[in-house]
């Protein structure tokens, strides 16, 4: 089976049991508190957020108002609206050098992250050194080796159960003699959750940033519960731990 075959079907099953939820609430005949209650809570089981779906209700409280609408059906557009309007983001541009520390706990798809990474700035005409700083997890630094093969980027490594954060110092001293665009790192952490130094050395006039990688089981407020305090970096890396 194909990956995006795969993929296509997780996301059916998810979207036909929101979708039977949300046909239900918007094909009732009025509009009043009980409507506005349960798409609240269709909104809150379908990972929109706390408070994006406090918002958008009242928003759409306030439009419904405004323009006289009487039926549920008639809100649905409105409400698809308002959530798009919510979508606001933008991507700053890589400042060069720079270097990104990956974290997260197992199976979230660190590895797999960087070596697509990897790839991306190798096409861009950059030089980059990847770290292995997950030194504890079985074949760990091997699985790195073998994105870096393939993406054709050089790897720093050491011995199995050396010390991540000495090894990542190590590695970006290797960058900063090289002269590379970009030093990546993965490191793993299990139970406790923490922010990194991506800016290890200040010999380096990189951009520090710090990664941490989740999979889409993990809800909205999981992420931001968890998330390291001033981390704004995080990315889903595919659907489930078991993926």
């Known amino acids: 089976m194909g990956i995006f075959k795969k993929l296509a079907e997780k996301l059916s099953k998810t979207k036909e049991a929101f979708s039977r939820k949300f046909f239900e ?5 009025n509009i009043n508190d009980e409507f506005y209650e349960d798409l609240y809570y269709a909104l809150i089981s379908a990972d929109v957020g706390v408070e994006v779906s406090e918002r958008v209700i009242e928003e759409l409280k306030d439009v419904v108002y405004k323009k006289r609408i009487k039926e549920p059906i008639q809100a649905k557009d409105e409400l698809k609206q308002l959530l798009l309007d919510e979508i606001d983001f933008e991507v700053p541009p890589m400042q060069y050098p720079a270097v990104i520390l990956v974290s997260g706990v197992n199976g979230t798809g660190k590895t797999t992250s960087i070596g697509k ?3 991306k700035f190798k096409k861009q005409g950059k030089s980059v050194l990847l770290a292995a700083g997950d030194t504890f997890r079985a074949a760990a630094v091997e699985q790195l080796q073998v994105w870096g093969e393939r993406a054709d980027v050089r790897v720093f490594a ?3 159960g050396c010390d991540s ?3 990542c110092y190590d590695g970006l001293a290797q960058a900063i003699k090289a002269g590379d665009d970009v030093s990546t790192a993965t490191v793993c952490y299990n139970g406790e959750y923490y922010k990194p130094n991506p800016d290890i050395d200040y010999r380096y006039p990189a951009e520090g940033e710090t990664y941490v990688s989740y999979t889409a089981e993990d809800t909205q407020y999981a992420v931001t519960s968890v998330t390291p305090q001033n981390t704004e970096n995080y990315y889903l890396s595919k659907m489930s731990l078991t993926d």
């Open 25 to 29: 609430i918007f094909n009732r005949k």
């Open 165 to 167: 954060a000495g090894l």
């Open 117 to 119: 990474l990897a790839h």
């Open 158 to 160: 050491g011995p199995n």
